[in-house]
């Protein structure tokens, strides 16, 4: 399904109208006043243009969506920026709803008095081999644990246990709560878990999740804390991760994060400063057109990992003009970027 949404001058007409040609099918519907919603289900849509009352001009090709503004200019809707990840997210949370279930058992663990400080466990059939802990992403700001029991469901068909945590958010809390309730959260969930106290735990995570993830995994400081044996963390996955906080711009969500860069708090919540060797190995998954994280912070986050570590502990499975919410679709269903990533986790935790 390709969708574009288009701006009009005119908001006459019908609720619906389907435009037929040789080898497309378009179907307008209306979504407010002044956005229309273009679908198609065809494989391939030939350049075409068409003209209606309420479409002063269009041009629809192959894979390519496009805005139109008041009929007189085309824009073509980018991959690469913040609109074109935000109209393809109900379509990834979709993906997610239609995962195929594994059997599984939950159990749900306070750590603190709020209502966000509480983590989901996750457990296969059988006694678990590995633990997996996924940080869910949101912008710091939204989801929670329930929404993204999807994303756990090709681990516990590998027989790995699955813990899933929530924290604090902001813009009432910063990112000090957030890494306190990390620690706490760490701390009593090994010992809660099957076998928690021995066996291997890789850290991953989705954008926000991934930047938690990567911070858990690198903060010496942090992991001290949550006194854990040595080696016990045996990879890390950021998924569309923010791991360079030096090559963002300062927006309302980062200040509230982590107030302003020169800041002691900003300074602690950024992973690139937490980089100094013999860090655990790292499987970096980022998409080139990353319209939330841009792809050059990773680069930079990545060289310098490999800079002070051996090349082979770091792995960076490029997603070519991939958007943000590519680096996670990928949990969702079989394919090669699944595939990579199982073999990887596989010889982490059987080293």
Known sequence: MYVILIFNQVMGGGNKVVHKGNNYTLQTVRISPFFYLYTSRTEVISKVTIAHRNIMYYTAQRKVPYLCLSGTKMIHMWKGTLFHEVLHLPAYLLRAAQAQRVPYTLSTHTYGPHA??????????????????????????????????????????????????????????????????TVTCLRLAREAVPGGINLPFVFMGMSAGGHIAALAATDRELRAQIHWA??????????????????????????????????????????????????????????????????????????????????????????????????????????????????????????
């Open 116 to 181: 966000r400080q509480y983590f989901q466990v996750l457990c296969p059939p059988t006694p678990p081999t590995a633990w997996i802990v996924y940080w869910h992403g949101g912008s710091w700001q939204f989801g929670s644990p329930e929404r993204f029991h999807a994303a756990a469901y090709h681990w516990l068909a590998q027989g790995y246990g699955v813990i899933m945590p929530s924290y604090r958010r902001i813009p009432r809390f910063n990112y000090r709560d957030i890494r306190e309730d």
């Open 230 to 351: 040595t080696g016990q963390i045996v990879g890390c996955i950021p998924m569309g991760g923010v791991l360079n906080l030096n090559a963002f711009w300062l927006h309302p969500t980062m200040i509230a994060l982590a107030g302003v860069p020169t800041g002691e708090l900003y300074q602690l919540a950024n992973p690139f400063n937490h980089l100094q060797g013999d860090e655990c190995p790292l499987l970096v998954i980022h998409g080139t057109k990353d319209g939330m994280v841009g792809f050059k912070g990773i680069e930079q986050y990545c060289a310098k990992y490999e800079s002070l570590n051996p090349a082979e502990k770091l792995q960076l499975i490029t997603i070519p003009d991939g958007t943000h919410l590519d680096a996670g679709v990928w949990l969702y269903s079989q394919n090669e970027v699944q595939r990579q990533v199982q073999s990887v986790v596989a010889s982490w935790v059987t080293a």
